[in-house]
């Protein structure tokens, strides 16, 4: 299908109708202005038969005056014959006086003459022309009630003039609708020109990013909707290559951490199967149980790893689901802890777990909300080094409407300007450590399906506190009730 242009149809349909409306107005102007000087010119006609009229009246009436030779006298002395002609018509319909001098010997069309003759008007009009063309007005007015030689007396004017005026209003109203169309033609591509350029521009960027290139950035050249698109799409360009960045180190670190297991499984599982082919040696118990249990523990690594990679997939595409029910989340968070005590002890960090009583019942899935204090506890650990104390508290808050749960380490920390991106998916802040960098993303989204939140606060080289707040089941069926 042949690209229609944005230029072409704006044209066609913008100067397309400006171009009909100038032409309906022009059309309007020219009829007004046409009616204007033709009724002038009409008012003037009759003004003037009227006052010629009225002087043959006058003369009918007075005894002592002879009408015909008045009518004579009246045409002959007609101050205005340089503008117009006045004529006097006998009862035959001919033409025999006129204020020039100059009687045609043959009848001439005057439909005026016979239109007042027929009607009770005390005047008709008519335009038309003359033999040589000459385009004219007439006005004429019956006297048969005061004359018996004249049946009506007739005025005309040439209306050469009146139509060179109308021409040459016609030609200026024509050339200054060709300048607006012209100015408004330049104005419109410079306009059009304007919003193509950066389209063109985005079309192209696109294309790069496509393809994999976020380094391209639109030029914007302004503040309105296509500066605000402009703005958007290097935005936009911003967040791909970081996201891009983030999943190229993802893949980084999820390589590294499967290789890690996977080379001590396979070391000791070399180990031990050539202790096992040497029939000469004496196997050690020992080296067999370390082997056996790194191969185990390393195992359980990997397996913890596919899962979080799993869950977060699940997520992704939607199909994450939770298995709700009534659970005690102390026991939860108890498991949680007494799984990474025998860790911290290894790496000599102090694991100090106030635990409470007894807190609120919790409607949850127990075993999405322990994968949430493992990760939690996880982090902590792995962001501390050599006698940091990772401090974990819970409690019920909000006239036991909630509970609380709180990690506190002395590690290393996190950034001011990391500190917003934690959560976000494949994000690591710290590249020394080892992770994922979705473990917290998974946490918070978890967190979120219990209609809770998941809140960090952190400062650099002093420690991280994590604060996890779920609602209690009252809360939740009073919310739902």
């Known amino acids: 299908m042949a690209k229609k242009s944005i230029t072409r149809r704006w044209i066609t349909n913008n100067l397309g109708v400006i171009i009909l409306i100038l032409f309906l107005i022009e059309l309007a102007l020219i009829f007004a202005v046409q009616s204007y000087f033709y009724n002038s010119a009409q008012q003037y006609l009759i003004s003037k038969i009227n006052a010629v009229n009225g002087v043959l009246t006058r003369y009918s009436t007075d005894a002592g005056k002879n009408l015909n030779a008045e009518i004579r006298n009246t045409l002959e002395t007609f101050s205005d014959k340089d503008k117009m002609e006045l004529m006097a018509i006998d009862y035959d319909g001919m033409i025999v006086l006129t204020s020039s001098g100059f009687s045609p010997d043959y009848a001439i069309n005057m439909p005026d003459y016979d239109a007042a003759m027929r009607s009770d008007q005390p005047y008709e009009t008519s ?107 290097n935005h936009m360009a911003d967040e791909l290559s970081t996201a891009d960045a983030m999943k190229n180190e993802f893949i980084s670190s999820v390589s590294h951490e499967l290789r890690t297991p ?31 249990h790194i191969i185990v523990g390393e195992t359980e690594r990997l397996s913890a790893m596919v899962e979080e990679l799993l869950d977060f997939s699940r997520m992704q595409s939607g199909h994450f689901s939770l298995h709700m029910d009534t659970m005690d989340i102390l026991a ?32 949850g899935d127990k075993n999405r909300i322990r994968q949430v204090f493992i990760n939690i506890i996880d982090n902590a650990i792995k962001y501390s080094d050599q006698g940091d104390v990772v401090h974990i508290t819970a409690k019920a808050v909000n006239d ?50 219990h209609k809770g939140t998941l809140d960090i606060a952190s400062k650099e080289n002093v420690g991280t506190t994590v604060t996890i707040t779920i609602p209690a089941k009252n809360a939740v069926q009073q919310e739902n009730s």
């Open 262 to 292: 996977l080379t001590a499984i396979k070391g000791w599982a070399e180990t031990l199967n050539n202790v096992a082919e040497d029939t000469s040696a004496e196997i050690d118990p020992a080296i067999m149980k370390k082997g056996l």
């Open 127 to 233: 335009t038309g022309h003359t033999e040589n063309g000459e385009r004219i007005m007439a006005v004429c007015y019956p006297i048969t009630d005061i004359s018996e030689e004249y049946s009506a007396i007739r005025v005309v004017t040439s209306l050469e003039s009146i139509d060179r005026t109308i021409s040459q209003f016609v030609l200026g109203v024509t050339l200054v609708a060709i300048a607006v169309l012209v100015l408004l033609g330049v104005s419109d591509l410079y306009f059009v020109g304007s919003i193509l350029r950066p389209i063109r521009e985005i079309n192209a960027n696109t294309e790069k990013f496509a393809q994999g290139d976020f380094s391209a950035r639109i030029n914007q050249e302004s503040e309105d909707e296509i500066g605000e698109l402009c703005a958007g799409i």
């Open 332 to 363: 939860e968070l108890g498991d949680a802890v007494l799984i990474y005590m025998e860790r911290a002890k290894k790496e000599r960090i102090h694991v100090l777990y106030e635990e409470p009583e007894m807190l609120p019942f919790v409607f």
């Open 400 to 449: 036991n409407n909630a509970v609380r749960i709180i990690v506190q380490d002395s590690g290393c920390g996190i950034k001011e300007e990391d500190l917003s991106k934690v959560k976000i998916k494949f994000y690591k802040p710290n590249h020394t450590r080892r992770g994922s960098g979705i473990g917290l993303a998974v946490a918070d989204e978890i967190v979120k399906m």
